[in-house]
C-alpha cells in the first residue's frame, strides 16, 4: 500500500505539481500585495498628515460627481487611520465587471494619481485564481489542483510518518550536513511538514471556492446559504424619470459615528434610488480580522438607524465563513501570517523542483541498472552467435559474489571474449558440461556452508556421475579468516570440479574481506583468458567494496538501549534517518561506514529491524567488546557517535532472506540480536494482514532481556503470533535453547510445514543457527530439509 501511494505521490507531484508551481509563484507575489503597491505609489493611498480635520462621505461623494459627471459613486471606502485617503468606486461601465477607483485627499478631496501597477497585481490575481482561464473553466481547474495539493501533502506525510510519532526532532529536523539526494529529501519532506498546514488550508478553501456544490455545501452547514434568486417577471417599460439629485450623506455619517465610535474601516454603499437606505459595512478597531466586518441600514433622508448587526452577534457559522479570506492570505495573523503565507506559497516552486531533482536522480539509478542488466544480456546474446563463450558462474549469499562476477564478465566482454553470466541457484551440470571454460566466484555461508541459493547445486554435483574433462576452470573463493572453515565452499567446489577431471585454468584464489592482493591475482587469471585483446581491455579493476557513491548520508536520531542489567553485551536498537526512497524488502541488509574510518575500511553489515512504512531505518546492534576496547564499528553506533552525526548507509538486497513470494505460514526462529531480521519480517507480516506467524526466540533472562517484548505481545494480541516460544536460557526457573523448543515442539512444526510454512532463520552462527539446522534435519530429515531450502522456504540470515 505504501508503495502505491509512492508512486502517486510522484506521478502527481511530477505533473500537476508543476502548475502548482505557478500557482505558489503567483501567490506568493500577492503576499504583500497592499505594501508592495503601497510602496510603488507613495502619496495616492496615503497622504502626509495634516492638522486639518478629515472631511466627510458628502464632501468626497460631491467631489467625485464633480470630477466624474458621467459616473455614478457606487461606494466610498473610509480609514480611521491618519492619512488615509478615501477611496470612491464607480459603476462599472456595459460589458465591464468592475469599475473604476479614484483616491482623493482625506483633507481637500483633491485626485490623487492613479494607482499604478494595480493591472500587474490583477493579472497575477487571474493566473492564481483561474491560470488566466475563462472564469468557469478556471475554476474547475484550480479546484482539481486545490484536491492535488491535498493528496500531495497527506501522502507525504503519511509515507514519512514515523513509528516514533512523539519526536518532534523526528517531525520537524533534518541533518543540513547532508550531501546529494539525502539533503534534497530531507529539505522536501521536513519542508512539507512545516508547510503543511497552511498548505490545507490553501487547499480547502481553495476547493470551496471553486466548487459551487462544496461551496453551497458548506455554507448550508454554516447557516450562510443563500436562497437562490428567483427571476423576475418582465416589466413593461416605462418612461425614465428625470435624474434626482442623490440624497445627503450628512445624517446617515453623523449616525454611524454616534452608533459605532470604535470604527477602523467603513464601506459605505450609496443606493441609486433616493429613498433607499445606506447601507454600511464597517470594521472595529478590535476586530480579529479584516472581514470581521459589521453592518448597518440607515434612512438617508432622517438618519434614523433602521438595523445594526455587530460582528460579534453573527452566528458561529457566519463568522467562520468571514475567516475563510483572511486564513487564505495569512492577513488573520497579520504581518506574521502574511509571511507565513509567502513561504509556504514560495515553497511551492521548492517542492516541484526538488521533487523533480529527486525523480530524475532515480531515474538516473534505473537507467544505470537497466544499462548494466542490458549490457550483460548483449554479452549473452553474443555468445549465441559466437564460439566458445566463457561461463561465468557465482554463489552469493550477500551480493558480494555477484557484485565481482558481473565485475570480471564486463572485463572480458571488453577484450571481446563472449561471456555468459549464471548463479548457480539455476545451473544445471548438463549446462555446465556445454562449456570449455567456466570461472566459479564462490562465498562461503556459516562454517563453510554453500550459500543457500547453490545449495541445490552443491548437491547435485557431489551426487553427479558427469565426467567434465573437457572442461577448464578456475575458483575465486571468498571468505573471512574469523570462520574456522575459511572459503569452504570454494575449497569444496574447487575439488569436486578436479575429481571429475574438470583441468584447472589456474590455482584456486582464495580472498579474505576485499583483499585487493586475491583480486590482483584474479585480474591477471581474467587476462589469461583474454588473448589477443587484452592489450585493448587494458587493466583489469575489480573492486569487493561498493562504489562511494552507493552510500547516502544518513543522521543518527536514537539509540535506547533494549537489555539493561543484561549479563551479556549492551544490545541497543539504533535509529537513523534520512531519504527511504523505493524502500526495502524485508530481511535487507545494511552496510554502515562509521564516522571514524578511513576510506580504506571495510564496512560493517547489519540486519535491518524496520519496514520503509516506519520512517527510519533501525538496527539492533550488539556492543561489541574486545581488547582495544569497544568493536569498531559497534561501539561508534552505541556509543561514540552523537544523536545527530552522519551515518553513510548502503542498502543491500538480500534475496536468500527475502519474503516469500507466495502467501504462505511464516516460522521466524532466532535469538539475540537476530531479532532485527526476524521484526522486519514481522511487521511487514502484520502491514500485510497476514496472521499465521510462529515466533520462536531465545535470549539470555527474562528479567533483563525481554527484548521488543511490547511488541511482541501487542502481535500476540491482535492476532497475528498463533504460536509463540519464547526461551530464556539462563533463567533459574529452567528455559532452553531456540532447538530444544523445535524438538518439544516436533509435532507442531511438522504440521505448519505441511500446510506449506517457510522457516525464516536469523541470528548468530555459534551454537544457535547450526543447532536449529541440526534440530530441523532431525525432526523432517536431511533431505526434506533440503528440499526446502531449494525450494526457498528456509532462508536464513546467520553471522
Not at 570454494?490 to 575439488?495: C, F, S
Not at 536520531?557 to 533494549?562: A, E, G, N, S, Y
Request: net charge neutral; proline share 6%.
Amino acid at each position: 500500500m505504501k508503495k502505491l501511494w509512492f508512486q502517486l505521490h510522484w506521478f502527481v507531484g511530477i505533473t500537476a505539481g508543476t502548475v502548482l508551481m505557478v500557482i505558489g509563484l503567483s501567490g506568493a507575489t500577492l503576499a504583500f500585495r497592499e505594501q508592495i503597491l503601497d510602496a510603488l505609489n507613495p502619496g495616492v493611498r496615503t497622504v502626509a498628515v495634516q492638522s486639518a480635520p478629515v472631511l466627510a462621505p458628502q464632501q468626497f461623494a460631491l467631489a467625485a460627481r464633480a470630477l466624474k459627471p458621467h459616473e455614478r459613486v457606487t461606494s466610498i471606502i473610509l480609514y480611521d487611520t491618519p492619512g488615509s485617503s478615501a477611496r470612491i468606486g464607480l459603476a462599472p461601465a456595459p460589458g465591464e465587471r468592475k469599475g473604476e477607483t479614484i483616491y482623493l485627499n482625506p483633507y481637500t478631496a483633491a485626485l490623487l494619481p492613479e494607482l499604478k501597477y494595480e493591472g500587474f497585481f490583477e493579472w497575477t490575481e487571474q493566473l492564481h485564481r483561474f491560470l488566466l482561464l475563462p472564469r468557469d473553466p478556471g475554476k474547475m481547474v484550480s479546484g482539481v489542483l486545490a484536491f492535488c495539493l491535498m493528496g500531495l501533502a497527506l501522502s507525504g506525510l503519511y509515507l514519512r510518518w514515523p513509528r516514533r510519532v512523539w519526536d518532534w526532532r523526528t517531525w520537524l529536523t533534518f541533518d543540513t550536513r547532508m550531501k546529494g539526494r539525502s539533503f534534497l529529501w530531507g529539505l522536501h519532506s521536513v519542508a512539507g511538514t512545516w508547510v503543511l498546514v497552511v498548505f490545507m488550508v490553501f487547499t480547502v478553501s481553495g476547493v470551496y471556492w471553486a466548487f459551487d456544490p462544496i461551496r453551497d455545501m458548506a455554507d448550508g452547514w454554516m447557516g450562510t446559504l443563500r436562497p437562490p434568486r428567483e427571476a423576475a417577471a418582465p416589466k413593461p417599460k416605462a418612461a425614465k424619470p428625470p435624474k434626482a439629485e442623490p440624497a445627503d450623506l450628512t445624517p446617515s455619517w453623523t449616525t454611524f459615528q454616534q452608533t459605532a465610535p470604535n470604527w477602523q474601516m467603513a464601506f459605505l454603499r450609496p443606493p441609486e434610488r433616493a429613498n433607499a437606505p445606506l447601507q454600511i459595512l464597517w470594521v472595529a478597531k478590535d476586530a480579529p480580522h479584516v472581514r470581521a466586518r459589521s453592518s448597518m441600514a440607515i434612512n438617508m433622508q432622517t438618519g434614523a438607524l433602521l438595523k445594526s448587526e455587530l460582528y460579534a452577534d453573527k452566528p458561529v457559522g457566519a463568522r467562520l465563513q468571514s475567516t475563510i479570506y483572511p486564513l487564505h492570505l495569512g492577513t488573520y495573523f497579520g504581518v506574521v501570517g502574511q509571511l507565513i503565507v509567502f513561504i509556504a506559497a514560495l515553497a511551492l516552486p521548492g517542492f516541484g523542483i526538488t521533487g523533480w531533482m529527486l525523480y530524475l536522480n532515480r531515474r538516473k539509478q534505473k537507467r544505470i541498472a537497466r544499462a548494466e542488466r542490458a549490457q550483460f544480456a548483449a554479452s549473452a546474446l553474443a555468445g549465441l552467435v559466437q564460439d566458445d563463450p566463457v561461463l561465468m558462474a557465482y554463489a552469493s549469499q550477500t551480493g558480494q559474489a555477484e557484485r565481482l562476477a558481473l565485475q570480471s564478465a564486463a572485463a572480458l566482454q571488453k577484450a571481446g571474449v563472449a561471456v555468459h553470466v549464471h548463479s548457480l541457484e539455476k545451473l544445471t551440470l548438463p549446462q555446465l558440461g556445454k562449456y570449455r571454460r567456466a570461472l566459479f566466484v564462490a562465498s562461503s555461508f556459516g562454517e563453510g556452508e554453500a550459500p543457500d541459493s547453490a545449495r541445490r547445486f552443491s548437491r547435485l554435483l557431489h551426487a553427479a556421475k558427469e565426467e567434465l574433462q573437457h572442461v577448464q576452470y578456475a575458483v575465486l573463493a571468498l571468505g573471512d579468516r574469523n570462520y574456522a572453515q575459511f572459503c569452504g565452499f570454494g575449497r569444496t567446489l574447487d575439488q569436486r570440479l578436479s575429481f571429475m577431471g574438470a583441468q584447472p585454468l589456474h590455482p584456486m584464489i582464495e580472498m579474505d574481506n576485499g583483499d585487493a592482493g586475491a583480486l590482483a591475482r584474479w585480474g591477471n587469471a581474467l587476462r589469461g583468458l583474454m588473448g589477443e585483446g587484452a592489450a585493448d581491455a587494458g587493466e583489469v579493476t575489480l573492486s569487493a567494496a561498493a562504489d562511494d557513491s552507493d552510500y547516502v548520508s544518513w543522521r543518527l536520531d536514537q539509540r535506547v538501549l533494549l537489555n539493561p542489567g543484561s549479563i551479556g553485551f549492551p544490545l541497543y536498537e539504533i535509529t537513523l534517518g534520512g531519504d527511504i526512497g523505493d524502500g526495502w524488502r524485508p530481511g535487507a541488509l545494511v552496510d554502515i561506514w562509521p564516522g571514524h574510518y578511513g576510506v580504506d575500511a571495510t564496512p560493517r553489515r547489519y540486519s535491518l529491524a524496520s519496514v520503509p512504512q516506519d520512517g527510519s531505518l533501525q538496527l539492533v546492534v550488539r556492543q561489541v567488546q574486545c581488547e582495544r576496547g569497544l568493536g569498531l564499528a559497534s561501539g561508534w553506533l552505541t556509543d561514540q557517535a552523537a544523536i545527530g552525526d552522519e551515518v553513510r548507509v548502503r542498502l543491500i538486497a538480500n534475496p536468500s532472506f527475502d519474503a516469500y513470494p507466495q502467501p504462505a505460514p511464516a516460522i521466524y526462529i532466532g535469538n539475540g540480536s537476530g531479532i532485527a531480521g526476524l521484526r522486519s519480517h514481522l511487521r511487514a507480516r502484520v502491514l500485510e494482514g497476514a496472521q499465521r506467524n510462529w515466533l520462536i526466540f531465545g535470549e539470555r533472562q527474562q528479567a533483563h532481556d525481554a527484548i521488543c517484548a511490547d511488541e511482541i505481545k501487542g502481535w500476540r494480541a491482535q492476532g497475528f503470533l498463533p504460536e509463540l516460544d519464547l526461551m530464556y536460557s539462563r533463567d533459574v526457573t529452567g528455559g532452553g535453547y531456540v532447538q530444544d523448543c523445535l524438538q518439544q515442539r516436533a509435532d507442531t512444526l511438522r504440521q505448519w510445514i505441511a500446510d506449506g510454512a517457510v522457516i525464516f532463520v536469523c541470528g548468530s552462527l555459534q551454537g544457535m543457527a547450526g543447532g536449529v539446522d541440526d534440530a530441523l534435519a532431525d525432526i523432517i530429515g536431511r533431505a526434506q530439509l533440503e528440499q526446502l531450502a531449494e525450494d526457498g522456504r528456509y532462508r536464513r540470515d546467520v553471522y
